[in-house]
């Protein structure tokens, strides 16, 4: 397996103004930041854990561009509903709809040509440790290019649906992720512009703005 020499994770809202991420969604720049941090946490206990990917420190932004992006790198949408998913705008084939109670928090296809492509929902995820570990969840399908079946492998957490604020990379999770962090999954990058969020003040709504452990 080749060394990961970097990691970097593009987090990336499509469709949202920055009124509504005070007023709609209550996901102002400071639970951003948080949930930026919480990807970091959860990422570099993976890469703590994976001898090939020794030394790296994750990147998690919000404003990174198209270029910035490899092959080796990780790429996840933040929309405001289902109904603004980037997935069914831009046609990308979508997996069958099943009874995974996931669906209404994150979407993940993999295969396409373009590259795969994540999202996650803000829609009551508002709780920056939970729409961490959404995104998480997406990213590892997209990582590990497994669809609902990564809900059913044995001792997963993270892994598994539906996805809250209390999961964790477990020992299943790790078994999954390991092999492949170190390997090449293209990501479908073209609504990557450089450009962050507007600065938005404190949101009104009562949200437990916990910060991962230092």
Not at 45 to 60: L, M, R
Not at 149 to 154: G, L, V
Not at 195 to 203: D, E, L, S, Y
């Amino acid at each position: 397996m080749a060394q990961l020499t970097g990691l970097k994770i593009a987090l990336k809202m499509v469709g949202i103004s920055d009124a509504d991420l005070t007023s709609t969604y209550f996901f102002d720049t400071a639970r951003q930041q948080l949930t930026a941090d919480w990807v970091k946490y959860r990422f570099a206990y993976v890469i703590s854990q994976t001898p090939a990917a020794k030394g790296v420190s994750p990147d998690v932004r919000w404003n990174f561009a198209k270029t910035d992006i490899s092959e080796y790198d990780l790429v996840c949408y933040i929309v405001g509903t289902a109904s603004n998913s980037v997935i069914k705008a831009k046609g990308f084939a979508q997996p069958v709809a099943g009874k995974t109670p996931s669906l209404d928090a994150g979407l993940t296809v993999v295969g396409d040509t373009r590259g795969n492509v994540s999202e996650v929902y803000l829609t009551g995820k508002s709780i920056p440790k939970e729409l961490a570990n959404i995104i998480c969840h997406e990213l590892m399908h997209n990582k590990c290019n497994l669809g609902n079946e990564m809900h059913r492998k044995p001792n997963v957490n993270m892994g598994s649906s539906p996805t809250g604020e209390s999961n964790f990379f477990a020992a299943g999770d790790l078994a999954l992720l390991k092999p492949v962090l170190a390997t090449k999954v293209k990501q479908y990058t073209d609504l990557l512009d450089g450009v962050a969020p507007g600065q938005t003040k404190r949101a009104s709504s009562t949200v437990k703005d916990e910060a991962p452990p230092q």
